[in-house]
């Protein structure tokens, strides 16, 4: 079958006419209508003029699930918005004649079947016109056919779009589910200790860490099939293409492994949704970078398990279609978290072939011969969890019943103690070298002709003395090693990795990040709740000219602050908020502030509770202290209210 898929017109000051419409169109070029609705009356003429103007904006507002057509509707549905009219397989003439009886035309729930006659012989008598009109304007057109994909219409005067599938397959758009209960709603909205609860529930964080975490893999089966629900799905993915520019290669990969090769099928340039969904169904997997940059229930996640971890974490997702695998066996430098959020997905998980224990880089991808039997099988349906420390090789597919969707959080990458001894041995170094004239003096007479690993067999006495010195002078290196200079180092590394972290609808008022007070979200709320679901507590932008020694404050999040020293006369205040959501997409953000007020910083960073500033110690006057705090307010590092916070102690 031929697919046109016909979008439809919103016309100023009336209904939309028609639909969602599909023509199929056999060989014979016999013509069956599906979903049609009659039309209101209107001016021929007028409605051509405005339907050319209005034929770019409304040209996407089609939903298409899988060869199937969204029924009764009064018009084409957005796809940011949930349907929940019954969806039918488009099949052939058979379906059409199967619901509606032979030869009749399928009513629609738009206009009630008690309409007067003498309207539905207007409209009858209205469409008649326009199609005998179209048939004119095609046969004038007949010379430009060039230009059909641009300005070619249906019998009604509508613009046609034509969707291009590989293979002969139809177009795949996902379509809003049905509402259903959300056992995890909301619950990236918890603290970081609950976010983590929540995504290993029912075990406990004490049990992982003591039996799992870096020394084996993970499943946790559940019951509740809504327990990750909002957090991705395929109609999340879709919105994200739709509404942003997203690059092939650097937000999306269309991966593909089939008889033992895998392969990247890239097309280039921008991903639009037609495209990417024709490939998925001719057999690609869909795989997401970085979605938090575009999905703020993921973003929270993100944000949370950062402060948890204490380290950067990730995301990606990966959509994948019925009975196809999109990447080979292979194991990853990160310790990963599978969350199955859509469909099932046949998982295999096996000891590392290479003996490698937590490796600090991802592995090539092996062959199945390779691999010995697995350790673990099993098949993740909706709200199940599988852990997978790092090095163990795993392979998915997903089942011959469902496709598949699951987001991988990832974290700990690099973030070992080989990273941080490359910070603090090299420091140590320097200050050995800088300090003691034994890192300074010269190597041996012509060492070099009897070390290196041509002359191993050379002079053993004077080899064995080289090495003597060499081993006592790297034993004296611990001491002259900064800790915590070191761990300083890895620290701004780690905040310069990170996203920024996702503040709540009030953190972005008290932190004077929302600065338009011009409507209220008293205005918005409802029952308690915010304009964003959250507890209500009217906190509006606090001017930085009205910080008072009163007033009260505290960091937005101590582990998104660092405060080093690099000079004499300053230190600089090193922070994650204004990173960019792509990863090193902004320099590292800093403030300098001079040396004597390093200790009222202090004070402020490591505290996560709220204090006065006249609380604040370690600065000569009260004029000193209202500027520190209105310094980092401006900067957007504080909250800030001039009410008594709950549970706030006064020292």
Request: with cysteine.
């Amino acid at each position: 079958f031929h697919v046109e898929l016909l979008s439809s017109i919103k016309m100023r000051g009336q209904k939309p006419i028609g639909g969602v419409q599909l023509k199929v169109e056999d060989a014979g070029g016999k013509n069956e209508k599906l979903n049609g609705q009659n039309n209101s009356k209107y001016q021929q003429k007028k409605l051509k003029k405005k339907q050319k103007k209005r034929r770019k904006q409304h040209s996407s507002n089609v939903i298409v699930d899988n060869g199937e057509f969204a029924d009764q509707h009064d018009e084409a549905i957005p796809l940011q918005k949930k349907s929940k009219k019954k969806m039918e397989p488009l099949n052939s003439q058979v379906t059409m004649q199967k619901k509606h009886g032979k030869g009749k035309k399928p009513q629609t729930s738009s206009h009630k079947q008690s309409s007067e006659a003498e309207d539905d012989e207007s409209v009858e008598d209205n469409i008649e016109a326009l199609e005998a009109n179209a048939e004119e304007d095609n046969t004038n057109n007949d010379d430009d056919e060039d230009d059909v994909e641009e300005d070619e219409e249906d019998e009604e005067g509508r613009p046609v779009i034509k969707a291009t599938i590989p293979s002969g397959k139809s177009m795949y758009i996902p379509v809003s589910a049905p509402s259903t209960p959300n056992d995890g709603e909301e619950k990236w909205n918890g603290s970081p200790a609950e976010v983590f609860q929540w995504m290993i529930h029912p075990m406990s964080p004490e049990e992982f860490f003591k039996t799992y975490w870096e020394k084996k893999p993970l499943l946790i089966k559940r019951k509740g099939k809504y327990h990750y629900k909002g957090l991705f799905s395929k109609e999340i993915e879709d919105s994200i293409v739709r509404q942003n520019y997203l690059k092939y290669g650097t937000n999306i990969d269309l991966a593909r492994y089939e008889s033992g090769h895998r392969t990247t099928e890239n097309p280039s340039g921008r991903v639009t949704s037609n495209v990417m969904w024709a490939m998925y169904e001719d057999g690609c997997s869909i795989r997401m970078l970085n979605p938090h940059t575009y999905h703020k229930p993921a973003w929270k996640c993100v944000s949370a398990l950062s402060e948890y971890f204490g380290c950067m974490v990730g995301t990606n997702t990966y959509t994948t279609p019925i009975l196809s695998q999109g990447f080979a066996p292979h194991y990853d430098d990160i310790e990963a978290f599978l969350l199955q959020v859509e469909g099932e997905k046949y998982w295999r998980v096996y000891d590392n072939p290479e003996g490698d224990e937590l490796p600090r880089t991802s592995s090539r991808n092996f062959d199945q011969s390779e691999l010995g039997p697995p350790i673990l099988e099993t098949v993740l349906t909706p709200g199940d969890l599988l852990y997978l420390p790092r090095g163990f090789v795993h392979q998915g597919v997903s089942t011959e019943t469902s496709d598949s969707v699951h987001i991988t959080m990832s974290t700990y990458q690099l973030f070992d103690w080989g990273q941080y001894l490359s910070k603090l041995v090299p420091r140590a170094l320097q200050t050995a070298m800088s300090e003691s004239a034994e890192f300074r003096k010269g190597l041996p007479l012509n060492c070099l002709d009897y070390m290196g690993v041509s002359k191993s067999e050379m002079d053993e006495k004077k080899r064995e003395k080289f090495k003597k010195t060499a081993t006592r002078l790297v034993s004296q290196l611990a001491e002259y090693m900064s800790l915590d200079a070191a761990a300083d180092d890895v620290a701004l590394d780690n905040l310069h990795n990170n996203v920024p972290p996702a503040l709540s609808y009030n953190q972005e008022k008290m932190s004077g990040r929302i600065r338009d007070s011009s409507s209220s979200c008293c205005d918005q709320k409802k029952k308690g709740k915010s304009k964003r679901g959250e507890e209500h507590q009217c906190e509006m932008p606090l001017l930085a000219n009205t910080i008072t020694v009163d007033t009260f404050f505290k960091v937005i999040s101590t582990r998104a602050v660092r405060l080093v020293s690099e000079s004499e006369t300053s230190v600089s205040l090193y922070h994650s908020l204004d990173n960019g959501m792509w990863y090193h997409k902004e320099e590292r953000q800093s403030i300098d502030f001079p040396i004597e007020f390093a200790d009222a910083l202090e004070q402020i960073v490591n505290d996560n509770n709220f204090m006065q500033v006249c609380d604040i110690d370690g600065l000569e006057d009260e004029n000193m202290q209202v500027d520190l705090v209105t310094s980092l307010y401006d900067a957007g590092l504080l909250l800030v209210t001039q009410t008594e916070p709950p549970g706030y102690n006064r020292q």
